[in-house]
C-alpha cells in the first residue's frame, strides 16, 4: 500500500490567529505566515533573505486547536494543499493562494514544549502547552557551516 502524503509548510506566524466560524458553524482559523529564505553562498555560508507572507486557513478541530495553541511569533508546520482562489473587488479580477492546514503544530526543531501524556479521559482539566518560540530564532545576518539544514531552505 502506497504512503498517503500531503504538502506541508513550514514558517512563522506573523499576525495573531483570528477564529470565525462559517454558514455552517464550522471553526475556520485565518493566520497570516512567514516562510524564511535563505541563500547558500560559494563558501558554503548562509544568506538570510527577505521572508515571503502567505495565508493559512483551516477548519474544524485543527481551526480550534491551531487557535488555541498559536500565538504571533511561533515556529509551526502544517500539512494541508494550496488552494488558489479569485474574487472580484471594485470591477478587477483578484487571484490568490492560500495553505489550507489540515493538521498544524509548533515546529519541535524551534520550540521548546512538555508534552503531556496524561490519558485524555482520566483529566478534565489539563494543563497548557508551555513553550518558549523564541528559544531557537535564527541569526539575523549570514550564518557558516557545512552541511545544509533540513527545514526552511
Known amino acids: 500500500m502506497a504512503i498517503h502524503t500531503q504538502q506541508s509548510f513550514s514558517g512563522f506566524v506573523a499576525s495573531q490567529p483570528q477564529l470565525t466560524y462559517t454558514e455552517n458553524g464550522d471553526a475556520r482559523l485565518f493566520v497570516k505566515v512567514g516562510k524564511e529564505h535563505f541563500r547558500q ?80 479521559g482520566k483529566t478534565a482539566a489539563r494543563e497548557a502547552v508551555s513553550r518558549d518560540a523564541s528559544a531557537f530564532d535564527l541569526p539575523t545576518q549570514s550564518r557558516s557551516g557545512g552541511a545544509s539544514p533540513g527545514m526552511g531552505i
Open 41 to 120: 553562498e560559494h563558501d558554503g555560508s548562509f544568506t538570510e533573505l527577505e521572508p515571503t507572507f502567505h495565508n493559512l486557513v483551516a477548519f474544524k478541530a485543527a481551526a480550534e486547536q491551531g487557535h488555541a495553541r498559536l500565538s504571533k511569533g511561533d515556529r509551526f508546520i502544517a500539512e494541508g494543499f494550496v488552494r488558489e482562489y479569485t474574487y472580484e473587488r471594485d470591477g478587477q479580477t483578484i487571484e490568490g493562494e492560500e495553505f489550507t492546514a489540515r493538521r498544524i503544530g509548533h515546529d519541535m526543531a524551534r520550540t521548546r514544549y512538555e508534552v503531556d501524556r496524561t490519558p485524555r
